[in-house]
């Protein structure tokens, strides 16, 4: 395989990142295909985009099937580009490879490499005397593409997003526990887009108790393009699963999130004997105990693992916040902020013991601050190395 940069790229390499470009927009069509990556692919003959083609989600037609079958000649002779390495295994669907091979491409231009050790499609291409491509400056976009499937490859575990709404002052409820409303409709609706491109919606037992709260992917919020990728997902993937972290198994029966269309999981040191009346739908797991609770870790590598969960959305309160932040579990902080105070007495946005001084402690860093609604919504990362 040859690693080229942009700087390559001239001559008839000219419009190489343009295309990879195009094959990103396409893979970035669906909101998630999880559990497998989001893939886009661009066919190119004498400098034309003459088939394009995305996977829209498991069980559908991969991104190289759909671009070769909508190329006029089928890809003979074309150079193919794709944002990830071509998959050489036998799925649900049949080998890209294979059908890159059998198609007759000349060359194969990719953007990341697949982290899932099933996959060789470099090397099988090449033995078949395909020439193969990396473009250097899109590895890393390929990575951010499918960051959660990245995660639960190489560390069998999901990317942990922790969704917080907050006020100016940095509180998440009343002491009372109240927390509805503390931001605006626009954020509301907002926050419904992470629900939908989400394998899992996590959240503890405390919350449920406090506010019975549905935690469910709603799209009618949504509006346009955003609607539109919300409800394709669903209709592919159905509900994200939902997920309760009580390890003395104190979720009522007859909790709204029960009820709804959809599998739950609850996570609890007790087994399902120990409550009654649980829905079908419903399933207890039992954890080991990690300090007389729920052991996150345990959880985490279990909706990689058992449930393929690629991208997982905690909407919890401070105590479980604050624990998956304290183990450095945490992937992503989105905290909406609304514009209101509520004072000293309020619930922190997490509870967990911080370092002992400034210069300690993970720092984060901004990847996005956006004005939503009356409030705003920040996007916070550990910051890398
Ligand atoms: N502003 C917001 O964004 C927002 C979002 C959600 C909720 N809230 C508010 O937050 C309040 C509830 O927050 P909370 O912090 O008390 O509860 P929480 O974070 O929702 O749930 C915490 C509970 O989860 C259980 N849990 C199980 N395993 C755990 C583990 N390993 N680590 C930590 N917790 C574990 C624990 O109870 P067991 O040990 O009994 O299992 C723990 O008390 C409510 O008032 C709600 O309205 C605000």
Known sequence: MRIITQADCTGVLAEWPEHMRRAFELARSVLSCAPNPRVGCVIVRDGRRTGEGFHAGAGREHAEIVALA????GGAGATVFVTLEPCSHEGRTGACVRALIDAGVKHVVIAGLDPNPQVSGVEQLEAAGIEVF??????GAAIELNKGFVRRMCQQRPFVRCKLAMSLDGRTALADGRSKWITDPQARADAQLLRAGSCAIVTGINTILADDPSLNARTEALAGGERELAEKRKSVAGQPLRVILDSKLQTPADAK????DGAVKIFSLRDRASAAGFPDNVEVIVSPARQARV???FVLNCLATKFQCNE?????GPVLGGALVAAGLVDELVIYVGARLLGSDARPLLEFAGPDSLTQGDALEFVDVSVIGSGLRIIARPKAG
């Open 70 to 73: 909508a190329d006029p000649e």
């Open 134 to 139: 990396r473009l250097e400056e899109f590895a």
């Open 257 to 260: 999130t029960l009820s709804l």
């Open 295 to 297: 052991d996150l870790e």
């Open 312 to 316: 997982i959305l905690v909407e919890a």
